[in-house]
């Protein structure tokens, strides 16, 4: 069952990261396992089963580059890559090999280990991240306020509250759109995209109107996936 939750992990981890980033992980990883397992041939004679002790490298490695799951995963498959090698090119029989466990489980300690640094310097980064992208926020919050506050136009406000509203969600345009409940009016109020019709506010046409009259009703966010091909202004 535990493996089977490790697995999901593994996958959902390696699901996350860019392609670009994965390739060149795992070339890593799986190159220096193929150097392990040379080294370990031309050296298993002269240095006897105490040549596992470089079995961590790979793995810390793996830990490091793809979090707890993966790091924990892939000592459990260096442990089985291990007793191979000792049982066909070292000699050793299982319970020779097993007779060693104090330094595989020091093994598999140090893949979790390795995986745990990588996740908290995931979770540190995100909490920066978070953090900043806050900060972010309510420095543009006051300083539309301040902006928008200090304007007697009415115009001009709506314009600079949604120009600071396009900036605040990182889009590429903007409308401010106002809802007259009492006559089921929609009008248009600004825009940061040019317009043929300059003059505001503008009625918006009912099925235009349909669509926010749907948002101010339900209280909910709506996503248009396929903006271009919407009859949506």
């Keep these: 069952m535990q493996l089977r939750k490790t697995s999901k992990d593994v996958i959902q981890k390696i699901q996350n990261l860019k392609p670009h980033r994965i390739v060149p992980r795992v070339l890593i990883v799986i190159g220096i396992t193929l150097v392990y397992v040379v080294i370990f041939w031309l050296l298993i004679d002269q240095v006897g089963p105490i040549i596992s002790v470089f079995l961590s490298v790979p793995i810390v490695a793996a830990?490091?580059?793809?979090?707890?799951s993966v790091g924990l995963l892939a000592s459990l498959i260096g442990l089985a890559l291990n007793t191979f090698l000792l049982t066909t090119?070292?000699?050793?029989?299982?319970s020779q090999v097993a007779s060693n466990w104090p330094g595989y489980l020091a093994i598999v300690v140090i893949g979790y280990i390795a995986g745990y640094i990588h996740d908290e310097a995931v979770a540190r980064k995100r909490i920066d991240s978070e953090i900043h992208s806050r900060e972010w926020f309510i420095a543009i919050i006051g300083i539309a306020t301040k902006?928008?506050?200090g304007i007697s136009n009415?115009?001009?406000a709506h314009y600079r509250l949604v120009s600071y509203l396009t900036n605040l969600f990182i889009a590429d345009y903007a409308y401010l759109v106002r809802w007259d409940d009492?006559?089921?009016?929609?009008?248009?109020?600004?825009?940061?995209k040019a317009l043929e019709n300059t003059s505001f506010p503008i009625p918006l046409k009912p099925e235009e109107a349909n669509t926010i009259e749907t948002v101010v009703h339900s209280g909910h966010s709506m996503v248009i996936?396929?903006?271009q091909e919407s009859n949506y202004i």
């Design 63 to 68: 830990g490091l580059y793809f979090g707890q």
């Design 89 to 94: 090119l070292g000699g050793f029989t299982l």
């Design 147 to 149: 902006s928008i506050t």
């Design 154 to 156: 009415p115009e001009e």
């Design 182 to 192: 009492a006559n089921r009016q929609a009008f248009l109020m600004a825009s940061t």
């Design 225 to 227: 996936k396929d903006v």
